[in-house]
Structure formats: C-alpha cells, structure tokens
C-alpha cells in the first residue's frame, strides 16, 4: 500500500506539472497534445502484451475502434450516460479480448499475428458494411464529451487518463503478474514447467490490453466527435507499433516516449502525406540494427557517459584551480 500511496502522490504531482501547458500552446498544439496522450495509453497497453508477455498481436488499435462505437452507439441509441457507454465499451472489449484470446493464443509468432490481423480486418468491413447502424464510411456522429469541441478541456481528461494508464501497468509490471508476464515472454515452456499457467495470464493481459485500448477509444470517440472505420485501418496498427520500437520494446517509458516523439513528429511531416510511413519504417530499421531499447536505450547511454566523465571533468577542473 505504501508503495501505491508514494505513485498516487507521484501521479498528482505530475499532473501538476503538465496541467498549464493548455494555457501556454495554441489550440493547434494542445490538439497534437490530446492526441499524444490517446496514443500514449493505446502503446502502454500494446507494451504489456508485447513487450512484456512477447504475444505479438495486430487487433490492438481495433479494440480502440470497439471502444469508440460501443459508447457512441449506447449513447446515441440507447441515451445512457456517456461514461457508462465509455465504460460499457470497455467491457465489450474486455469480453472479445478474452475470447480471442481463447481462440488465438495457442498460436505463436507469426501465427497469432495473421490471426488478430484477420479479426481486426473482418471487424473493420463489418463496421464499413453495416451502414444503417454505425453509417459506415459517412461516419458515425459521437456526442462530445464537453460541450466544446476545442481540445483544452479534454487535455485534462486525457492527461489523467494517461497517467492512470501508466500507473495501471507500473502496478501489473511490479507484481507478481508480471513476473508471470516476463517468464512467458523468455521461456514459455521453462515458465510452464514451473507451474506458471501460460494459457491463463497471457489471456490476461490480452484483456487488460483490449480494456486499455477501449478506454481510450471511448474518450477519443468523444472527443474528435465523428467515427469512421479508417482509423481501425493497418496503418493505425503500424503507428501504434513504431511508437513502441522507437520508444523502446519491453522498457517501462519506451510507449511513452516513443508515442509522444512519433505523433510530433508525425505533425511535423504532415506536409508530406503517406511518406512518413517510409520514413517511420526506416527509423524503426536504425533504431532495430543500432538500439534495441529504442530512444530510451539511446538516453540512458549517453546518461551513462556523460556520468562517467563527469569525475574526470571535476578532476581537471580541480586541477587547473590548483
């Protein structure tokens, strides 16, 4: 318990600290803002699952899609609440998680790969094709959260929300799940052999990742205020992935860092249109071949330099004092 208050009081004081950023940006960069943090939650969750329990799933940023339209569809059809839709998303995709998980987690490697692609492309054209109910390519209208579209109040929700996520999964890397977690991810049968039901904590984490991912579909749905089936496309899956491996597969920070870099960086090239996927996947290959840890890897070696010149610096220093 203290160990949770002391994260609690860490959790406060960072939102603190990023809470006046709003008040200093333009509506154009809080914008880019929210949208970091919405990918910050999608590639802690993605993190678990990958990172930390090597199951490589490709249906990540579709449960973000079932989160979306689940909230949006109760809200609009069955007039509950929106948190109750958002939270009802979550549970939708905390049961498909857990069934596909059923389904698909005997497989390994590419295997599991093929077969979440294929769920989350038949979940894509289904979603395309049933027009009288989520309209399909002409978009879905979703209620706003607030009663503004402009992005300064939803900073807020989505700050909170991505610190609740890193918070989340600090806890579940900590504990004895995720020590489960990372036996599966370096020895599979090693970790069975053990007495460690596989089977059961890698659905686990499929679940938890999928409730990530809706949570923050859910609050974007309401947020950009019109869904569509083109964000539950490939290339979200892709971005998703890229976030993680710059930023550092199976680190802590890396999802952070590395969703908060690419979406920047991706507004920054915006200019340039689907060359920033050529350009993302060539610096996934520099990072891949040259720092496995990713951009995190990259700061804490030159952390490890600079601090082991720092004495031979004070030494000098001393000396021509001397």
Not at 159 to 177: H, N, Y
Request: aromatic fraction near 12%.
């Amino acid at each position: 318990m203290p160990r949770l208050v002391r994260r609690l009081g860490w959790c406060a004081v960072a939102y603190a600290a990023l809470a006046w950023l709003p008040w200093v940006a333009s509506e154009y960069h809080t914008h880019v803002l929210v949208t970091s943090l919405y990918y910050v939650v999608l590639a802690i969750g993605w993190n678990l699952l990958a990172g930390y329990t090597g199951q490589f799933s490709l249906a990540h940023h579709t449960f973000a899609g079932v989160g979306a339209y689940t909230s949006a569809l109760l809200v609009l059809y069955a007039r509950v609440p929106l948190l109750v839709g958002i939270a009802s998303g979550a549970l939708v995709a905390a049961t498909i998680g857990y069934g596909l998980g059923t389904l698909c987690l005997r497989m390994r490697a590419i295997y599991l790969a093929l077969a979440t692609w294929a769920f989350a492309e038949s979940l894509r054209l289904l979603v395309t094709v049933e027009y009288q109910i989520t309209r399909g390519d002409l978009g879905l209208a979703a209620p706003f959260l607030f009663s503004t579209p402009r992005p300064t109040p939803y900073y807020f929700v989505f700050l909170g929300l991505a610190l609740a996520a890193i918070l989340v999964a600090r806890e579940i890397v900590d504990s004895r799940i995720g020590a489960y977690m990372r036996a599966i991810r370096d020895d599979e049968e090693a970790a069975a052999v053990m007495g460690v039901d596989t089977f059961k904590w890698k659905r686990f984490v499929f679940a938890v990742s999928a409730v990530f991912a809706a949570v923050a579909g859910g609050f974007q749905g309401h947020y950009v205020g019109l869904l569509s089936p083109t964000p539950m496309k490939f290339n979200e899956m892709a971005i998703i992935v890229v976030m993680v491996i710059v930023g550092g597969l199976r680190t802590f920070p890396g999802p952070i860092v590395g969703a908060v870099f690419i979406e920047v960086l991706s507004e920054a090239l915006r200019a340039w249109g689907e060359v920033r996927m050529v350009l993302f996947a060539l610096l996934v290959i520099l990072i891949a071949r040259g720092y496995p840890a990713g951009l995190v890897g990259i700061g804490r070696a030159l952390g490890r330099r600079l601090a082991a010149r720092i004495p031979a610096l004070a030494a000098a220093t001393s000396g021509r004092r001397g």
